[in-house]
Protein backbone atom coordinates (compact mmCIF):
# COMPACT_ATOMS: atom_id res chain seq x y z
CA UNK A 1 0.00 0.00 0.00
CA UNK A 2 1.37 3.51 -0.72
CA UNK A 3 -0.36 6.56 0.11
CA UNK A 4 0.05 9.81 -1.91
CA UNK A 5 -0.35 13.31 -1.12
CA UNK A 6 -0.46 16.05 -4.11
CA UNK A 7 0.64 19.76 -3.43
CA UNK A 8 1.40 22.89 -5.35
CA UNK A 9 -1.53 23.77 -7.37
CA UNK A 10 -2.82 27.48 -7.46
CA UNK A 11 -3.82 29.94 -9.90
CA UNK A 12 -1.26 31.48 -12.08
CA UNK A 13 -1.28 33.40 -14.98
CA UNK A 14 -0.63 32.17 -18.97
CA UNK A 15 2.94 32.00 -19.63
CA UNK A 16 4.09 31.38 -15.63
CA UNK A 17 5.43 27.89 -14.04
CA UNK A 18 4.13 25.79 -10.96
CA UNK A 19 6.24 23.07 -9.30
CA UNK A 20 3.74 20.25 -8.42
CA UNK A 21 5.02 17.27 -5.54
CA UNK A 22 3.65 14.22 -4.97
CA UNK A 23 4.75 12.97 -1.57
CA UNK A 24 4.00 8.81 -1.13
CA UNK A 25 4.30 7.01 2.18
CA UNK A 26 5.55 3.45 2.41
CA UNK A 27 9.17 2.14 2.13
CA UNK A 28 9.18 0.53 -1.62
CA UNK A 29 8.67 3.65 -3.29
CA UNK A 30 11.67 2.71 -5.61
CA UNK A 31 9.50 -0.19 -6.47
CA UNK A 32 6.74 2.01 -8.40
CA UNK A 33 6.55 3.33 -11.60
CA UNK A 34 4.65 6.95 -10.49
CA UNK A 35 2.86 9.31 -12.90
CA UNK A 36 0.76 12.22 -12.84
CA UNK A 37 -2.89 12.72 -14.42
CA UNK A 38 -5.20 15.21 -15.11
CA UNK A 39 -8.82 15.81 -15.06
CA UNK A 40 -10.30 19.38 -16.35
CA UNK A 41 -14.30 19.65 -15.89
CA UNK A 42 -16.52 17.39 -18.16
CA UNK A 43 -13.52 15.61 -19.24
CA UNK A 44 -12.11 12.63 -19.04
CA UNK A 45 -8.74 11.98 -16.66
CA UNK A 46 -5.69 12.11 -18.95
CA UNK A 47 -2.17 11.08 -19.59
CA UNK A 48 0.37 13.86 -18.43
CA UNK A 49 3.49 12.11 -17.80
CA UNK A 50 5.32 8.86 -16.35
CA UNK A 51 8.79 7.95 -14.55
CA UNK A 52 9.83 4.64 -13.97
CA UNK A 53 10.99 3.55 -10.42
CA UNK A 54 14.74 4.36 -10.91
CA UNK A 55 13.73 7.83 -12.46
CA UNK A 56 15.74 6.97 -15.61
CA UNK A 57 13.16 6.58 -18.21
CA UNK A 58 10.33 9.16 -18.92
CA UNK A 59 7.35 9.76 -21.62
CA UNK A 60 5.14 12.92 -21.66
CA UNK A 61 1.55 13.23 -23.43
CA UNK A 62 2.23 15.18 -26.71
CA UNK A 63 0.52 18.56 -25.28
CA UNK A 64 2.82 18.83 -22.75
CA UNK A 65 6.10 17.52 -24.18
CA UNK A 66 8.97 20.33 -23.37
CA UNK A 67 6.74 22.17 -21.19
CA UNK A 68 6.71 20.09 -18.49
CA UNK A 69 9.25 17.89 -16.84
CA UNK A 70 8.32 14.81 -14.30
CA UNK A 71 11.08 13.94 -11.74
CA UNK A 72 11.34 11.76 -8.78
CA UNK A 73 14.02 12.07 -5.55
CA UNK A 74 13.72 7.98 -4.11
CA UNK A 75 15.20 9.14 -1.05
CA UNK A 76 12.11 11.89 -0.31
CA UNK A 77 9.59 9.42 -1.51
CA UNK A 78 8.41 12.37 -3.64
CA UNK A 79 7.58 12.68 -7.16
CA UNK A 80 7.08 16.49 -9.18
CA UNK A 81 6.06 18.04 -12.23
CA UNK A 82 7.55 21.40 -13.52
CA UNK A 83 5.12 22.76 -15.43
CA UNK A 84 6.50 25.86 -17.51
CA UNK A 85 4.49 27.81 -19.95
CA UNK A 86 1.33 27.03 -18.92
CA UNK A 87 -1.24 27.33 -20.79
CA UNK A 88 -5.18 28.23 -20.23
CA UNK A 89 -5.92 24.68 -21.10
CA UNK A 90 -3.47 23.06 -18.79
CA UNK A 91 -6.23 24.06 -16.18
CA UNK A 92 -7.62 21.01 -14.23
CA UNK A 93 -7.34 18.75 -11.49
CA UNK A 94 -3.93 17.18 -11.45
CA UNK A 95 -3.60 13.44 -9.69
CA UNK A 96 -0.43 11.62 -9.11
CA UNK A 97 -0.19 7.64 -9.30
CA UNK A 98 1.24 5.05 -8.91
CA UNK A 99 1.74 1.20 -9.54
CA UNK A 100 3.80 -1.40 -8.62
CA UNK A 101 3.04 -3.63 -11.43
CA UNK A 102 3.21 -2.11 -14.98
CA UNK A 103 2.38 1.30 -15.31
CA UNK A 104 1.45 3.24 -19.09
CA UNK A 105 -0.61 5.59 -20.14
CA UNK A 106 -3.66 4.60 -18.83
CA UNK A 107 -5.70 5.26 -15.80
CA UNK A 108 -6.82 1.79 -14.99
CA UNK A 109 -2.74 0.59 -14.95
CA UNK A 110 -2.32 2.50 -11.57
CA UNK A 111 -3.74 0.92 -8.21
CA UNK A 112 -3.31 3.99 -5.91
CA UNK A 113 -4.10 7.76 -6.29
CA UNK A 114 -3.99 11.12 -4.59
CA UNK A 115 -6.71 13.32 -3.99
CA UNK A 116 -5.57 16.12 -6.62
CA UNK A 117 -4.72 19.34 -6.47
CA UNK A 118 -6.18 22.23 -8.56
CA UNK A 119 -4.19 24.30 -11.25
CA UNK A 120 -5.99 27.14 -12.67
CA UNK A 121 -4.42 29.36 -15.80
CA UNK A 122 -6.08 32.30 -16.57
CA UNK A 123 -5.30 34.09 -19.53
Known amino acids: QVQLVESGGGLVQAGDSLLLSCAASGRTFRSYTMAWFRQAPGKEREFVAVISGSGGSTYYAESVKGRFTISRDNAKTTVYVQMNSLKPEDTAVYYC????????????????WGQGTQVTVSS
Open 97 to 112: AASDIYGGQKAYQYQY
